[in-house]
């Protein structure tokens, strides 16, 4: 048994599939905006801007400029 598919109904599957597509990756932009433009962590927080007073303790040194 075989089947036909008419060219104009196999046009219409393909213009969907295509719209779909295209609205998937505006969502997906959109998805990926809203991460990035909203994402509250900030690694300049968080960076260490060298040894803290345990280092100096544990190693006998002293920071430079620091009362002795």
Known sequence: MTTSVSASAS???EKRDQQRGWLDRIRGFW?????TAFNSYRP???YMR???PAWHAKHGQHPPGGSR
């Open 11 to 13: 046009h219409q599957n």
């Open 31 to 35: 998805r990926d905006f809203a991460a």
């Open 44 to 46: 300049e927080l968080h």
């Open 50 to 52: 060298g040894p803290g």
